[in-house]
């Protein structure tokens, strides 16, 4: 069975900290992403994958208490929890640029993969405690925020005790990402005393690389994807969204293609056999030490790219074009 892991990547916005927006109402628009009289947040989102049998991963953000307190993580971490659903580990470095007491002695960066080795296992050990503390299981993996990991990132997440990463997007590999890792590489593998899941995608064009991103693939390169490895057998098939996604860039109403996309795929993924829904407790870090074999990405295909160019032209002139600016 290939697992399906959707991974929600939950965090308040830093841009509207910058504003001054209140600590509720970030929550509102970040967390519970509400717009139009309706939710479209993590509650929505767990409310699909309940439907269809599947499990969310939710890499939350703790960094934030650095600036509002740790109380905000308990009810975010409750509510994932009581549902049967995972909280894992996610971090947003600019929340150091407002920390009236900074655990890395004022030094700043827009990603963990900017800070040193000592600095990187110092914020991670940090957000891995306040998780905990807030109910969260032993936390088993993380994900950079931005992408933006490096190779001490890596050997930060073992000193601490976590055994999986989910930073490599190969999109991002050589920019945010400095994490030294093929873009190839699709099963999980032994990085620097992690085992690294990268993210799931389908090739576009020739040698091309369109990551399993709700808001960046359409509903039918999600199943062609999931499919073709589901087909090929891989060990697991990596789906990214954030608990904001499913609203307008500006967060003022919701997106109803990308909805649907989302929805699309928990009943795509419910339909076809030999997958499985699936967290990081479920998978077996012995996965990285199978033997290799060739795994390959969904095919190009120009009529499937063509109709998704031209789905997101219409969802952008549909859902975006009134953007206001604040």
């Not at 504003?19 to 509720?24: A, T, V």
């Not at 549902?83 to 470095?93: A, D, K, N, S």
């Not at 789906?239 to 499913?246: A, D, G, I, K, N």
Request: glycine share 8%; charged share 20%.
């Amino acid at each position: 069975m290939t697992a399906l892991l959707v991974t929600v990547d939950t965090e308040l916005s830093a841009a509207f900290q910058r504003r001054g927006m209140s600590l509720e109402d970030n929550l509102r628009r970040s967390i519970r992403a509400e717009a139009g009289g309706q939710e479209t947040g993590i509650g929505w989102q767990m409310a699909v994958l309940e439907r269809h049998g599947l499990t969310g991963v939710f890499f939350l953000d703790p960094l934030p208490a650095l600036v509002h307190g740790r109380a905000f993580l308990h009810p975010i971490v409750d509510a994932i929890l009581s549902r049967g659903h995972e909280v894992q580990m996610h971090i947003h470095t600019e929340w150091l640029e407002w920390a009236a007491e900074s655990p890395v002695e004022g030094r700043r960066g827009r990603n963990i993969g900017d800070f040193s080795l000592p600095d990187q296992i110092a914020l991670l050990g940090l957000a891995k405690q306040w998780l905990e503390e807030a109910g969260a299981p032993p936390i088993r993996a993380f994900r950079a925020g931005n992408f933006g990991a490096s190779d001490d990132t890596l050997r930060a997440l073992a000193h601490i005790g976590v055994t999986w990463d989910s930073s490599v997007n190969p999109a991002y590999l050589g920019r945010e990402c400095t994490i030294a890792a093929d873009p190839a590489q699709i099963a999980p593998q032994l990085l620097q005393g992690v085992v690294e899941l990268p993210v799931s995608g389908i090739a576009d064009r020739p040698g091309g690389f369109r990551p399993a991103q709700v808001c960046a693939m359409s509903a039918a390169e999600m199943r062609a994807g999931l499919a073709h490895a589901i087909a090929e057998r891989h060990p697991a098939y990596v789906v990214v969204t954030h608990s904001f996604e499913m609203l307008s860039r500006d967060r003022r109403r919701p997106n109803r293609a990308v909805m649907n996309r989302f929805e699309s795929l928990c009943r795509s993924a419910s339909a076809l056999p030999g997958v499985t829904g699936a967290g990081f407790a479920d998978l077996d870090p012995q996965l990285a030490n199978l033997p290799a074999r060739p795994l390959t990405r969904a095919a190009p295909n120009a009529l499937r790219t063509a109709m998704r160019q031209a789905q997101q032209a219409w969802a952008t002139w549909r859902y975006e074009h009134r953007l206001v600016p604040e």
